[in-house]
């Protein structure tokens, strides 16, 4: 089955600089690779997603970049802000609803204002 | 608006005393699943259910139960707790659309004595 592997497990960051979180997958024939954000005492929700056939995804200050061949994607937050701190996952299965999604264990992310 | 829901939020309880926390979504997706979370291991799925009537092991199903009698809902049952199943559970459910969005609720804090 698919394993995904996230690091690191914790970072901190001042506020305005840049934070990449990274994840690695095990199984090629994954194709669907979401991020989730969690607040405290809150369920995770999807910030962001990427699929196999782009490289590159943007959304204002968030982004995901995937490399299939090296089996390894990663998120970016640029100008980040005490609101974005969070607990975020990352996850991949193939491009099905009807697929499990194998979630790596997490990034807490810690803003300093 | 797109929601999954689960009841109750909070549970404490006893060793043995069997109990059911029930999940609903509102968006007519078949793929429905549970999940439990543990400081350091992330989201770990408990079960899931592809449609009506059909539900499948995940990572954790030892001392669950789960049924899909119908579309919306996907009851998690406890049949005879024990304090290693103090956590906090999720429920998801995910479109079977193209990438398939999922969603989670937002979580039942339980506690066994």
């Known amino acids: 089955g698919e394993n995904v592997e996230q690091h690191p497990s914790t970072l901190s960051v001042q506020e305005g600089d840049s934070a990449v979180i990274k994840c690695t997958y095990s199984?090629?024939?994954?194709?669907?690779f979401p991020w989730y954000k969690q607040e405290l005492g809150k369920g995770p929700q999807l910030i962001i997603d990427?699929?196999?056939?782009?490289g590159e995804k943007k959304d204002q200050r968030i982004a995901v970049t995937l490399n299939k061949t090296a089996k390894h994607f990663s998120l970016h937050i640029t100008e980040t802000q005490p609101e974005d701190s969070a607990v975020y996952f990352c996850?991949?299965?193939?491009?099905?609803?009807?697929?499990?999604?194998?979630f790596g264990k997490g990034t807490m992310l810690l803003v300093s204002p | 608006e797109a929601q999954v829901t689960q009841n109750p939020r909070y549970l404490i309880t006893v060793t043995g005393k069997k109990l059911t926390v029930t999940c609903s979504q509102n968006?007519?997706?078949?793929?429905m699943s549970w999940y439990r979370q543990d400081p350091g291991l992330g989201l770990r799925q408990i079960y899931y259910?592809?449609?009506?009537?059909?539900?499948d092991k995940g990572d954790v199903p030892e001392g669950y139960k789960v049924s899909r009698k119908e579309k919306r809902n996907f009851p998690l049952i406890l049949e005879s707790p024990s304090p290693n199943q103090t956590s906090l559970y999720f429920c998801?459910?995910?479109?079977?659309?193209?990438?398939?969005?999922?969603?989670f609720g937002p979580g039942t804090r339980l506690t066994v004595t």
């Open positions: 998801a459910s995910r479109g079977t659309g193209m990438g398939g969005e999922q969603y």
């Open positions: 199984d090629s024939a994954s194709n669907y």
């Open positions: 990427i699929r196999s056939n782009v």
């Open positions: 996850a991949a299965s193939t491009n099905s609803g009807y697929s499990t999604l194998t």
């Open positions: 968006m007519n997706h078949e793929y």
């Open positions: 259910s592809m449609n009506v009537e059909v539900t």
